[in-house]
């Protein structure tokens, strides 16, 4: 089942006599219990986008429905209601200031018709879950970037959401950081069954945690997919270009074109990139082409990595032996569904 539906949303914002065309026509279905990210450069729409899931935005035309109910045909009253069920955490978690964590969370079930001391029930429970038990009386001044998204994520949940938004929600935390809170969503899109939209500008983060993806780029979904089908095969240059941000593989055309000296190659040899993806992995094929076709293969260095349970990346090595021989076994590997590149062929100079 699609727990949200989009269907041909646009939003275009008036600004003085300029109309700006945030969100074109997007069509996007998200599957209950899973997590979809969309990815995009600044000013590609997600936020916008985003926004309009929850209404927090009014798509200027289409329509989007969220568990059922069609909210872009709502009243107001309605709306309120149903969007109780659809949490949000932002780049910058937006707590108050003046409240301490505690309160931050109870905030949110000011009007949940919860008596105080069942309110503070579900608060202990709520800081329990982002284990933040312990600083529940601290004001987000003297919390952490990874505390404070902690407290904004257990406010999110605090009326037992169904979906939860999460506009860059990692953007501005370091790497470690941002590893542990997409951990806790993950476990809470695990545990507790929640559907989660990730907007994000960091391939990495798509990769972590995400079954699906879409990319956004002026406001149009270019591409969308399952999350390794879009890593293995990615069709658009945007798409490409986010990809190779989460691998240092590309790195050797940089090196190639400056002529660094481990791109330096004899007469007979040919500086290959060998991109594998899902059954087919790198090492017996290198080792049998080398075998059979006679030619020595010094690797220069490799990235595999897992997405979704199947195995992605490639090698860059280089080929040494009789030329007809490295053509062979370049087509015999590109036969057995390995993406070849050559990146620098020392036969033709
Ligand atoms: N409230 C607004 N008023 C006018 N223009 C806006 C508004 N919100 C967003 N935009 C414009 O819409 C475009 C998409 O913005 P946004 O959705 O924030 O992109 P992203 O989140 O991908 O960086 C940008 O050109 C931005 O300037
Ligand atoms: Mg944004």
């Not at 899931?53 to 289409?62: H, Y």
């Not at 568990?67 to 045909?73: D, K, P, R, V």
């Not at 790195?251 to 004899?266: F, Q, S, V």
């Amino acid at each position: 089942m699609d727990i949200i539906e989009i269907d041909n949303v646009s939003k275009t914002f008036k600004v003085k006599d300029k109309t700006v065309e945030a969100v074109r026509n997007v069509s996007l279905h998200v599957a209950q219990g899973s997590i979809y990210g969309i990815i995009g450069f600044s000013g590609a729409g997600k936020s916008t986008l985003v926004r309009c899931i929850n209404m927090l935005e009014k798509p200027t035309s289409g329509k989007i429905t969220v568990n059922g109910a069609e909210l872009t045909s709502l009243s107001e009253k309605e709306l309120r209601k149903e969007r109780k069920k659809i949490g949000m955490i932002f780049q910058h978690f937006d707590l108050m200031p003046s409240r301490t964590a505690a309160d931050n969370i109870a905030l949110a079930l000011h009007d949940s018709g919860l008596g105080k001391a069942q309110i503070k029930e579900k608060v202990d429970k709520l800081l329990s879950y982002v284990e933040l038990s312990d600083r529940a009386s601290s004001y987000p001044s003297q919390l952490s970037g990874g505390q404070k998204q902690r407290v904004a994520i257990a406010r999110a949940l605090a009326n037992d959401p169904q979906v939860l938004l999460c506009d860059e929600a990692t953007s501005a935390l370091d790497p470690r950081t941002t590893r542990s809170i997409l951990d806790l969503l993950r476990k809470l899109n695990r545990e507790l069954g929640i559907t989660i939209v990730v907007i994000t500008h960091e391939m990495n983060v798509i990769k972590r945690i995400c079954d699906r993806v879409a990319v956004m780029e002026n406001g149009e979904v270019v591409e969308e997919g399952d999350v390794f089908g879009v890593f293995a095969s990615p069709v658009k240059p945007i798409t490409k270009d986010f990809i190779s941000t989460t691998s240092n593989l590309s790195e050797i055309r940089r090196l190639a074109e400056e002529n660094d000296e481990i791109t330096r190659i004899g007469s007979d040899e040919v500086l290959v990139m060998m991109k594998f993806t899902g059954a087919v992995t790198s090492e017996p094929l290198i080792s049998y082409v080398s075998r059979e076709y006679d030619i020595v293969c010094n690797i220069l260095f490799a990235d595999l990595e897992i997405i979704s349970g199947l195995s992605l990346g490639g090698t860059v090595g280089i080929f040494r032996g009789e030329s007809r021989n490295i053509d062979d076994a370049l087509a015999y590997l590109t036969e057995h569904d390995v993406n070849v590149e050559v990146i620098k062929d020392g036969r033709t100079g």
